[in-house]
């Protein structure tokens, strides 16, 4: 399967090299784009538009993926999943440790991107309204009741999602956590996700 893993805040694609290596371990081919700029000056919609252009010329066409997001990342990819409706192939959408609901250390950074994930934003707002997620993409969350940078903690989580708490330490330790990468590995195969071999990978 192809995957598409989507970078947080102040991070580039590097930064989810752990979880890539056990995903391409498992023989599914990893795409982690670094999108710029990384504090999201611009905005959320100005990434998920980078997404956009990455994803048309860097993956096969018209071929399955799923996406896989991390922290900001996953407000990123939820917003190219609803503003890019026309889009089957996508069969998944992991969010782990995402600010979905907002999180108050948004405060700590200015910039049109910090304000868009402060809890109660308008942005926010209309990315969890009813009906807005494309139904038959599954969503499948993931995070730590000892997370410091989404406060409070409940925020990561999406209505109707299936949702698994792990206990790890920090915020980016949930790239290093087993129980994650498993999880996510097991839910590929459940859905019948095949790994592909000899895919493209960074």
């Given at each position: 399967?192809?995957?598409?893993?989507?970078?947080?805040?102040?991070?580039?694609?590097?930064?989810?090299?752990?979880?890539?290596?056990?995903?391409?371990?498992?023989?599914?081919?990893?795409?982690?784009?670094?999108?710029?700029?990384?504090?999201?000056?611009?905005?959320?919609p100005d990434l998920?538009?980078?997404?956009?252009?990455?994803?048309?010329?860097?993956?096969?066409?018209?071929?399955?993926?799923?996406?896989?997001?991390?922290?900001?990342?996953?407000?990123?990819?939820?917003?190219?999943?609803?503003?890019?409706?026309?889009?089957?192939?996508?069969?998944?959408?992991?969010?782990?440790?995402?600010?979905?609901?907002?999180?108050?250390?948004?405060?700590?950074?200015?910039?049109?991107?910090?304000?868009?994930?402060?809890?109660?934003?308008?942005?926010?707002?209309?990315?969890?309204?009813?009906?807005?997620?494309?139904?038959?993409?599954?969503?499948?969350?993931?995070?730590?009741?000892?997370?410091?940078?989404?406060?409070?903690?409940?925020?990561?989580?999406?209505?109707?999602?299936?949702?698994?708490?792990?206990?790890?330490?920090l915020h980016h330790?949930?790239?290093?956590?087993?129980?994650?990468?498993?999880?996510i590995l097991e839910?590929?195969?459940?859905?019948?996700?095949?790994?592909?071999?000899?895919?493209?990978?960074?």
């Amino acid at each position: 399967m192809n995957l598409l893993l989507v970078h947080g805040f102040l991070n580039r694609g590097s930064f989810l090299r752990p979880l890539q290596r056990r995903l391409e371990a498992a023989g599914h081919a990893c795409f982690a784009p670094s999108l710029r700029p990384c504090d999201a000056r611009h905005g959320i919609p100005d990434l998920a538009n980078k997404l956009a252009d990455y994803t048309d010329g860097n993956l096969p066409a018209n071929a399955p993926l799923a996406i896989v997001g991390f922290s900001m990342g996953c407000v990123v990819a939820e917003y190219y999943l609803q503003s890019k409706r026309k889009l089957p192939r996508v069969r998944a959408f992991f969010a782990i440790s995402g600010p979905m609901n907002g999180t108050l250390t948004a405060w700590l950074y200015p910039g049109q991107g910090t304000r868009q994930m402060r809890p109660g934003s308008r942005f926010l707002q209309q990315l969890a309204a009813a009906g807005n997620h494309p139904a038959d993409v599954p969503v499948f969350t993931y995070f730590t009741p000892l997370d410091l940078m989404i406060i409070p903690t409940r925020s990561s989580r999406i209505a109707n999602a299936r949702e698994l708490s792990v206990w790890s330490p920090l915020h980016h330790a949930m790239l290093y956590n087993q129980k994650v990468a498993g999880d996510i590995l097991e839910i590929l195969r459940e859905l019948g996700m095949a790994s592909t071999t000899g895919g493209d990978r960074l």
